[in-house]
């Protein structure tokens, strides 16, 4: 039983919802499958618009909603960080890298976000990639030279392909058993079905 989660790498929602991701699957005894996607290339062939094209309202709407989710989860975000969604593609690279390698995705992924959203730094700068694999313990050279690997890019753009074919259309989404889940606030959606499903033991 598996989780297939799809997620962008500048995505501040995912960030919210990455510690209780894995809490669920650990107490359900149910794998995930991390697959960051190209959401630029999901929204061009969903219909989504980037954050930077929408109407104010909807700009101003974020911002109030991941400050109640904060409050709610104790967990800080900044909603207009100095860096905002900056090209995104060797960060996803970099984890998908990880990945193939056999490394620690979780704290890679969030230490990447983190980056981002509670730290003021520029995830698209190569040189900060760099400082992030090295804080986390990890070769940062070997990751760096499978990252430019063409079946790196291959298989980025395989999830992007596979995003779009299971219905997803932002970050995060989360697969299971085929039915679909979008946003950190359908975890406990999430929990329910795979509750209900038996979890790993069916």
Not at 121 to 129: M, Q
Not at 167 to 174: I, K, L, M, Q, T
Request: one cysteine or more.
């Amino acid at each position: 039983m598996r989780i297939d989660y799809y997620f962008w790498m500048n995505s501040d929602w995912a960030y919210l919802g990455a510690d209780r991701l894995e809490r669920i699957a650990a107490d359900h005894g149910v794998s995930i499958r991390y697959m960051p996607v190209d959401l630029p290339d999901v929204y061009r062939r969903t219909g989504g618009q980037l954050l930077s094209d929408r109407a104010p309202e909807r700009q101003a709407y974020r911002i109030v909603e991941l400050r109640r989710w904060c409050r709610t989860l104790g967990i800080h975000v900044n909603p207009t960080p100095k860096y905002m969604c900056p090209n995104a593609d060797a960060a996803s690279r970099i984890v998908i890298a990880a990945d193939m390698m056999k490394l620690p995705v979780v704290p890679l992924y969030k230490a990447i976000l983190r980056a981002e959203w509670c730290e003021e730094r520029d995830i698209s700068d190569p040189a900060e990639l760099r400082r992030i694999l090295s804080a986390c313990g990890l070769d940062v050279n070997a990751i760096l030279a499978t990252a430019d690997m063409p079946d790196v890019e291959k298989l980025y753009r395989t999830y992007t392909d596979d995003a779009v074919k299971a219905g997803v259309f932002g970050s995060p989404s989360y697969v299971f058993n085929g039915e679909l889940f979008w946003g950190q606030d359908r975890l406990d959606m999430l929990e329910a079905a795979i509750a209900a499903s038996g979890g790993a033991a069916q």
